[in-house]
């Protein structure tokens, strides 16, 4: 079919507009990455992951709100991810390893990289306890996706997450970004440090043999609500932002808990 249109036509027009928008948005999308060469100029030398997930959520955020019709907010999302991936890049190679265990592991690897970017390395690792090894011995490269602890369906692979080697690795996220459901479908674990965006959740585990998780959570002021229990061991859903050595998870263990570790805490869009 011969779609060429005489020069000066509404068509050709249109197209020329096309055209001279496209160039535009190249330029501005350099100009951009020139800004995070000069940001990551200015910082210190310093290790670990260049990934600041509070300020990720806040400017999807701003930008979902911001967008003028008739852009989509699925649209700004993943224009903005993969804006953001780039970003990352520029500062470090970050590697990807995801670990579903009994869910879907297309689910899980299709849900990475639309987070992380079509040009990131992902890897599966089958079982999350896998990826979140790999991940620990890696801390300055590698970030595992896990299914959602407790996800129905998937096995109570969870408890793992009180083993002293994993616990350099926190929630940093929780995926997709884009909220829906009541819980994320997946979880980010990195060896980084976790950020608050507003309207956080705050993901904890502790040992609960005598379950007096309610009656501390009351007296600690927190709000929350226990997610899976596997005796002794509770996975608690909190409201709000703990920071990873927050006084309040310490007056838990003074309300009757034992060796409460905050995991981290995510924040959707």
């Known amino acids: 079919m011969n779609d060429q249109s005489p020069p000066g036509s509404p068509l050709e027009t249109i197209r020329a507009e096309i055209d001279g928008i496209d160039r535009t948005l190249l330029s501005l999308l350099a100009d951009r990455l020139r800004a995070v060469d000069k940001m990551s100029g200015l910082k210190p030398a310093e290790h670990g992951l260049p990934i600041r997930p509070g300020r990720e959520v806040a400017l999807l955020r701003r930008l979902v709100a ?16 993969a804006v953001i991936a780039a970003s990352l890049r520029r500062q470090r190679v970050i590697d990807v390893v995801v670990g579903g ?18 040009r ?59 909220g829906g ?27 609960d043999p005598h379950h007096r998780l309610q009656r501390a959570l009351n007296e600690t002021g927190l709000t929350g609500r226990e997610i899976a229990r596997a005796e002794p061991r509770v996975l608690v859903r909190v409201d709000g932002f703990l ?27």
């Open 66 to 81: 911001e967008a003028p019709a008739p852009l989509e907010r699925e649209f700004v999302l993943e224009i903005w991810r």
């Open 101 to 118: 265990g009994r869910s879907d592991p297309t689910r899980l690897f299709d849900i990475a990289r639309r987070h992380f970017g079509a």
């Open 243 to 269: 920071g990873l050595d927050d006084p309040r998870a310490a007056a838990l263990t003074r309300s009757g808990m034992d060796s409460v570790r905050v995991l981290g805490s995510y924040a959707r869009v």
């Open 120 to 178: 990131t390395r992902i890897k599966d690792l089958g079982e999350p306890q896998a990826a979140l090894q790999k991940a620990a011995e890696n801390p300055d490269t590698v970030v595992a996706v896990t299914t959602w602890p407790a996800a129905p369906g998937v096995g109570a692979w969870w408890p793992a997450l009180s083993e002293r080697r994993f616990h350099a690795l926190h929630i940093i996220a929780g995926l997709p970004v884009m």
């Open 181 to 207: 459901a009541d819980e994320p479908e997946a979880a980010v674990f990195a060896a980084s440090a976790t950020e608050e965006a507003g309207n956080d959740a705050t993901m904890l585990i502790a040992f």
